[in-house]
């Protein structure tokens, strides 16, 4: 029994730069938003920060190893740009020396590099962030450096990770770097996210015609409680700036006219430049999912206190409603089916008429991992989440979706941003000496990867 993926289907996992490498200021690198926001007291759960880590800086081919040892095919990584450019603009060459040498390991190792040019670490030296429209424009200029040197060895880019954290929870919700909460700012970060990430794409595009190319979206399917107009109209509009504001412009190269109109006076003047959404609507290849959870909402009532610290700019009436569902350790509810749902709305609605592939380049959970005596950990949770998740994703494609790959989140326990390490999300332990362990839910899943059956 159990079921059998596709002949070609890629299994892998992932990681990002801040979250593993360590070598916050080693071989010229400069500072990132990420290490300026580790500074502000209580921003970090414990104070903690990337500085070291998990070392991977200095541990990379070891690393590269543990994916072949494990089985996986892809390693989903990402590049720091403060470690490559200088505040000039000009290549730092022994971080650039770095990737090259990732790189070269896990070709060695039979391991596809997937390289993300975006997971957060935007320079702190760049004025304004994201608010400023210069950053996109600085933007390109770094990832056709990073494809000078790495591009002919590396035939799969991601321009960003996730831009509604990088917009929403960054400059809105302030939970993130660089910890800003003006809705309006957000919304002009998001915008420039997206032209970063066209202007990118052409970019990439005209200098190698024959690399894979796509964008990763954190998707959150918003759901309403009930029928009620009013529980249907909430969802409808998170559900409008968590994953349409994204998907629209990017697949139809149009903001939604109802989140425009949800937004309104928020939206900033002139933000919106000619020429901007062709960019932004530029052909890709792949569009890479991240799924976690679903959210299901209801309205409040009129004088009902709601959450400040909502990120849904359009939607703070939003209040959610715990369903009858397992909880991960960060409260996300275990909801697999709602991965196949959204697999499919993805292709029916964006990415089959566009002819774009669906990869799910993170999806996993974090767990209260407890090691025995030889620091094993038994995650039996941890690979009943990932079971459940891939069989929605063979659900997907029997449903007709083009779906070609599959990377958990994590290759091992890391940095989780503003929780530190208190959250662990690998299939790999980290343990208090950086040695890396696999737990249960690694060698059940190398058996996947290897085999592309689940049991
Ligand atoms: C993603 N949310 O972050 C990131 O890509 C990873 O770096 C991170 O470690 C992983 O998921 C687990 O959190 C998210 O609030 C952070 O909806 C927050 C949200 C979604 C994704």
């Known amino acids: 029994m159990g079921i059998d993926f596709p002949e070609g289907f890629l ?8 979250q593993i490498e360590g ?14 926001f580790c500074r502000v007291p209580g921003a970090i759960v414990n104070g903690e920060d990337g500085t070291l880590a998990c070392d991977h800086y200095h541990r990379y081919a070891e690393d590269a190893k543990l ?11 990402s590049v720091s740009w403060p470690r490559v450019l200088d505040s000039d603009g000009a290549v730092i060459a022994k971080g650039m020396d770095f990737y090259s040498r990732l790189v070269d ?5 039979d391991v596809a590099p997937w390289l993300t040019l975006y997971h957060w670490d935007l320079p702190a030296a760049l ?9 996109a424009k600085r933007f390109v200029d770094y990832a056709v450096a990073v494809q000078e040197h790495l ?32 809705p309006a700012s ?13 202007w990118t794409v052409q970019a990439l595009r005209q200098a190698d015609p024959t690399a894979s190319l796509g964008i990763t979206l954190n998707f959150t399917p918003a759901i309403p409680a009930t029928r009620s107009d009013a529980d249907s109209d909430v969802a409808r509009r998170v559900d409008g700036t968590a994953n349409r504001f994204f998907t629209d412009p990017i697949f139809t190269g149009a903001y939604p006219a109802d989140v425009l109109s949800d937004l309104g006076e928020l939206w900033p003047s002139g933000l919106v430049q000619d020429d901007d959404l062709a960019a932004i609507s530029a052909p890709i290849d792949v569009l890479g999912v991240n799924y976690y959870t679903t959210n299901m909402f209801r309205a ?9 610290a909502t990120p849904h700019i359009a939607a703070p009436d939003a209040v959610q409603v715990l369903r009858d569902l397992p909880l991960t350790e960060m409260g996300w509810e275990v909801d697999p089916g709602g991965l196949r749902d959204l697999l499919t709305w993805l292709h029916t609605t964006y990415t089959g008429p566009a002819g774009t592939a669906l990869v799910i380049t993170e999806n996993g959970a974090a767990f209260d991992d407890h090691a025995d005596a030889d620091g094993f950990v038994s995650d039996v949770d941890r690979v009943d989440y990932l079971r459940a998740h891939l069989g929605a994703v063979h659900e997907a494609i029997d449903a007709g979706g083009d779906v070609r790959g599959y990377l958990a989140w994590s290759l091992m326990d890391n940095f989780e941003w503003s929780y530190g390490y208190s959250k662990r999300f690998g299939v790999v332990r980290v343990d208090e000496q950086l040695r890396r362990i696999p737990k249960a839910s690694a060698l059940w899943y190398g058996e996947v990867a290897r085999t592309g059956h689940v049991d």
């Open 23 to 36: 070598a916050a200021a080693e071989d010229g690198k400069e500072d990132s938003i990420w290490d300026v």
């Open 300 to 308: 409040a009532s009129p004088d009902e206190a709601t959450d400040c």
């Open 127 to 135: 004025p304004g962030g994201w608010k400023n429209r210069d950053t």
């Open 151 to 182: 591009g002919d060895r590396v035939r799969t880019w991601t321009t960003l990770n996730e831009p509604w954290c990088s917009s929403f929870l960054s400059y809105a919700a302030g939970v993130h770097a660089p910890g800003e909460t003006d």
């Open 67 to 77: 994916l072949a040892d494990l089985g996986m095919s892809t390693y989903r990584f």
């Open 186 to 198: 957000s919304i002009a970060a998001a915008h420039h996210l997206l032209l970063a990430h066209g």
């Open 11 to 18: 299994f892998g996992s992932a990681t990002s730069a801040y």
């Open 105 to 109: 390991e896990l070709l060695a190792n």
